[in-house]
C-alpha cells in the first residue's frame, strides 16, 4: 500500500514528471525509427540524410508535432521523415525496400529490449518508487515502439509498408503512386486522428508485446499495469 499512499500524496507534481517521461520515450522511438531509415540509406548509397544532419540520435531533428502528439494520446504517430533520394541506390525500389523496412525493424529491436530490460528489473531490483518508473518508462517505451513499428507497416503511402508493398509494382504504377503520396498522407492523417487504426492496431501491438514478454518472461500484466497507471497518473 505504501506505492499508492506516496501516488495520492504527490500526484500533482507526478502528473507532469510522467508526461514528460512518455513524451521522453516517444521522442527515444521516433529517433530511432528515422535514424535507422538515414542509416540504411546512406549504407546504401545515399548521402542525402547525413547532408541533412538527420543521422544523428537529436530528437529535435527528427520531431513532427502532431505526429509526436499522436504518439503520445493515440500511441500511433510519426516524426519528420527523413529525406530519401532512391537515385543513389543501383537498385532504386530495392534500395528504397530495405530503407523503409529499417524504421519498423529498428522499432521491435527497440521494444524488445525494453521488455528484456524490464524483466531483468522486475526479477532483481526491490519493489520501490524508483523501480515502478523505470519500468513504467520502459514499459511504455515497449508499447509506443511497437505501436510506431506496426503502423508504419501499414502498405498506404507514406508509410513505410507502401513503400516495400510498391516494391513489386511495375515501375510506372510506383511512380505514379509516389507523385500523390502528400495527397494521401493528408487522408491518412484525417483516419488517425479519428482513430480508424486504433483497433487493428491494439490487437496486434498486444500480440507483439505478448510474445515479447513470453521471451523474455516479464509478465504482461506487468507491462500494462505500469503502462495503466502512467496514463492515470497523468490524467489525474
Given amino acids: 500500500m505504501g506505492i499508492f499512499s506516496s501516488f495520492g500524496q504527490n500526484m500533482n507534481w507526478m502528473g507532469l514528471v510522467s508526461l514528460l517521461l512518455s513524451a521522453a520515450a516517444a521522442l527515444l522511438c521516433i529517433t530511432v525509427h528515422e535514424l535507422s531509415h538515414g542509416w540504411v540509406a546512406f549504407r546504401l548509397g545515399d548521402p542525402t540524410a547525413k547532408r541533412a544532419g538527420r543521422l544523428t540520435l537529436n530528437p529535435v531533428r527528427h520531431i513532427d508535432p502532431f505526429g509526436l502528439l499522436m504518439l503520445i494520446v493515440a500511441k500511433v504517430g510519426w516524426a519528420k521523415p527523413v529525406p530519401i533520394d532512391m537515385r543513389y541506390f543501383k537498385d532504386p525500389r530495392k534500395g528504397m525496400a530495405l530503407t523503409a523496412l529499417a524504421g519498423p525493424l529498428s522499432n521491435f529491436i527497440l521494444a ?7 524483466s531483468v528489473i522486475w526479477r532483481t531490483v526491490p519493489d520501490t518508487i524508483g523501480r515502478f518508473w ?3 518508462v520502459l514499459s511504455y ?3 509506443l515502439s511497437t505501436g510506431l513499428g506496426l503502423f508504419n507497416l501499414i502498405p498506404i503511402p507514406p508509410l513505410d509498408g507502401s513503400k516495400v508493398l510498391f516494391s513489386f ?3 510506372k504504377i510506383y511512380y505514379t503512386i509516389l507523385r500523390y503520396e502528400k495527397y494521401i498522407m493528408i487522408a491518412v492523417m484525417l483516419l488517425t486522428f479519428s482513430g480508424a487504426f486504433q483497433g487493428p492496431l491494439s490487437y496486434l501491438i498486444n500480440g507483439v508485446l505478448r510474445n515479447f514478454c513470453a521471451a523474455t518472461g516479464y509478465p504482461i500484466r506487468a507491462l500494462v499495469f505500469h503502462v495503466n497507471l502512467l496514463d492515470y497518473i497523468q490524467q489525474y
Wanted: aromatic share 12%; net charge neutral; hydrophobic share 80%.
Fill in 112 to 118: 524488445f529490449l525494453a521488455v528484456a530490460l524490464s
Fill in 134 to 136: 523505470v519500468l513504467a
Fill in 141 to 143: 517505451i515497449a508499447l
Fill in 169 to 171: 509494382f511495375s515501375t
